[in-house]
Nanobody, 120 residues
Framework: QVQVVESGGGLVQAGGSLILSCAAS?????TGWFRQTPVKEREFVAR?????????YADFVKGRFTISKNDAANHALYLQMDNLTPEDTGVYFC???????????????WGQGTEVSVSS
């Protein structure tokens, strides 16, 4: 069993930024970020693969969200979210697992989620 913990959500005005953190208790092939919004079921946001450092982003966050490694902790990442819009409001989940694709089923272990609220 791998424990996953996210943190860093909060309330921000449109155009603002937030940084989410994700830490896992063990190394897996990939760490992914997903979100659940008022208008969408859980959707893929971004993925990091630990074997080669590759990053993949959903089209709607490209150029705004950036994954970086937290070098101060094992198996830990940051998700820098810039230029946030009200449409980014939702619960953000970090998940770890095989992560070959971008579907939620590729990730076996999930955090509890952290809320992000963007006001207009």
């Amino acid at each position: 069993q791998v424990q996953v913990v996210e943190s860093g959500g909060g309330l921000v005005q449109a155009g603002g930024s937030l940084i989410l953190s994700c830490a896992a208790s063990a190394l897996t092939l990939a760490t992914g970020w997903f979100r659940q919004t008022p208008v969408k079921e859980r959707e893929f946001v971004a993925r990091f693969r630990w074997n080669d450092g590759s990053r993949l982003y959903a089209d709607f966050v490209k150029g705004r969200f950036t994954i970086s490694k937290n070098d101060a902790a094992n198996h830990a990442l940051y998700l820098q979210m810039d230029n946030l819009t009200p449409e980014d409001t939702g619960v953000y989940f970090c998940a770890v697992g095989r992560g070959f694709g971008t579907s939620a089923g590729e990730f076996s272990y999930w955090g509890q989620g952290t809320e992000v609220s963007v006001s207009s």
